[in-house]
Every structure is written in C-alpha cells, then in structure tokens.
C-alpha cells in the first residue's frame, strides 16, 4: 500500500479475508485501503465487521473515527475517539484526533485540554 496501489491491496484482503474470515489484521488492512482509496462507506462497514471479531480494539474505534472525521461526521468521530481513549488510556493517536476535532467544531478549551494530555503523554513526568 505504500505505492497507493489500493485497488490491488483491497484486492489482496478480500481474498485474504475470503480465505480466513476471522483474520483480524486484514480487515484492519482492508478498512485503511478503502478510507485511502476514497471508499468511506466500505471502510465504515469492514471496520465494523473488524469489531465483531475483536470488540474491545481501540485501533479499529479509532480507525472509525478516522472514517467519520474524514466525512465530516464529527460527533460520531468524537465518539469513537472516546471509545478508542477508554479502552487504551495512554492512546496518543486517539487524543491527537479527538483534539482535532475539537478544534473543528469550534471547542477551544476542549482542543487546549487534550493537547495537554497529549503532551503529557509525549513526555514521560520527572520526578524530583
């Protein structure tokens, strides 16, 4: 996927999903290769079906609210950040998006305070 050559990597997971259709990564995959080809909707569907398998993964909550910030649909982005940070509280990648989209929407001390938690994160605290 690293060349954009999405067609030939949907196609690739489409047939490895075919093959196992429990195989976790390859949905995951396949949901990254739909969003970068445009394809939001069947992004949204595979990551929801990612979610059957594997409940509790806060990469593919994140991962949806990657889809839904890329449609506009902040509040369900800002959801499924949310949903991605209580599952993996220290998730920098889920922080940095959720301030995004409280930047968006126009929600400044919001976007302020989870730039702090990401910073904090960022940097390990010293103790004197």
């Not at 196609?11 to 995951?28: E, L, N, R, V």
């Not at 995959?29 to 979610?51: R, S, T």
């Not at 959720?98 to 910073?119: C, N």
């Amino acid at each position: 996927m690293k060349k954009r050559e999405y067609p030939k990597a949907i196609a690739s997971y489409k047939q490895a999903i075919k093959i196992m259709p429990d195989y976790f990564k390859a949905y995951c995959n396949l949901g990254v290769a739909y969003k970068c080809a445009g394809l939001f909707k069947e992004a949204e569907n595979i990551y929801v079906k990612a979610l059957k398998i594997k409940p509790n993964s806060g990469v593919v909550y994140n991962n949806l609210g990657n889809v839904y910030m890329s449609t506009d649909r902040l509040k369900e982005a800002e959801f499924f950040y949310k949903r991605a940070i209580k599952i993996y509280p220290k998730y920098r990648e889920a922080y940095y998006n959720l301030g995004q989209v409280y930047y968006f929407t126009g929600e400044t001390k919001k976007a302020l305070e989870t730039r702090i938690i990401l910073e904090k994160l960022r940097s390990p605290s010293k103790s004197n």
